[in-house]
C-alpha cells in the first residue's frame, strides 16, 4: 500500500499521534527546539500530513507557511482544521519527488518522516534535490526519521506509545517497518529504514552540507511527569533521530 493510502485511510486519527507520551514529551519539543526561532522566516513543510508543525510553526512567528502532502486525505483534515482555528496556513496535495516550481524559495524546510516512503535511492535523491531547489541558499533543512541504528531486538518503545517491528520485507534503501501508534484503536503504517548513509548521500548529491545528526532527548516536563528511570529504553534504543543540514 503506498504512502498516500496508507494516510488517507489513517486520516483524522493522526492528530492522536501526538498525544502519546514518545510525541508528546521527546519528539515535539525536540523537533521545535531543532528548528528554533522561525520569526518573519517562511517554512516549506513537506509530508506535513494532518498539519500539526505548519500551525505550530505559524503560531511562532512564521511569515508564510505552506504544507504539502501525498494524500489528500491528510491535506483535507488540516485544512478543515485552518478553517475552524484560521492561521493563515496553506496546503496542498503534492508529492515531493515531483515538487512543483515556487515563485520564491522558503527560508526553512522541514521533512518529518518523508524520505522513508521512498521506494529507492533514485527516487530519495529526487525528493532532495526538489527540496534543494525549493529553499534559499543556506537555508536549513530539518528531519525527523526512525532512527538507523533502532534495534529491533533492543528495548520497545511500548510504554512511550508505539511499537515498531520488522516486516520481513527489503527495499534498496533498507528494511521495510511497521510502526503501530497504540491509540485506541491502534493505528499501524508501514515505511522503510533507511540506512545512516542513504540520507547522507542523497542529501549531499542534492547540494546540501552542513549534516548534523541530533538525539531526541526527553523534556523536563517529560521527567517530571514519569520520572527519569521511565525513559531509560528510549535512550537505550532510541526509535527516533533528528537531522539538520544546509541548503
Known sequence: MSAQQQYDEIGEAYEGFKALPLEQYAVVPGFLALVGDVSGK????????????????????????????????????????????????????????????FERPFDVGLAVQLLNYAPDLASTELMCRAIHRSLKPGAELFLLNQSPDFRFDGPSPE?????????????????????TALLDP?????????????????LKAAG????????????????????????????????????????
Not at 500539526?52 to 486525505?73: H, M, T
Not at 506509545?161 to 517497518?177: I, M
Open 186 to 202: 491502534p493505528v499501524s503504517f508501514v515505511a522503510n529504514r533507511p540506512r545512516r548513509e542513504v540520507y547522507e548521500d542523497c
Open 208 to 247: 546540501f552540507s552542513d549534516l548534523t545528526w541530533v538525539p531526541v532527548e526527553v523534556s523536563e516536563a517529560g521527567v517530571r511527569a514519569f520520572g527519569a528511570a521511565h525513559w531509560a529504553d528510549l535512550y537505550a534504543n532510541p526509535p527516533l533521530e533528528m537531522l539538520r543540514c544546509r541548503a
Open 42 to 101: 517562511s517554512v516549506l513543510d513537506l509530508a506535513s500530513g494532518t498539519g500539526f508543525y505548519s500551525r505550530e510553526f505559524k503560531r511562532r512567528g512564521a511569515s508564510d507557511v505552506l504544507g504539502i502532502d501525498v494524500s489528500g486525505e491528510m491535506v483535507a483534515v488540516a485544512q478543515r482544521v485552518e478553517e475552524r482555528d484560521p492561521l493563515g496556513v496553506r496546503y496542498e496535495v503534492g508529492d515531493v519527488s515531483g515538487l512543483r516550481t
Open 159 to 179: 510504554k512511550y506509545g508505539f511499537r515498531s517491528e520488522l516486516t520481513g520485507d527489503e527495499v534498496e534503501t533498507g528494511p521495510q517497518v511497521r510502526t
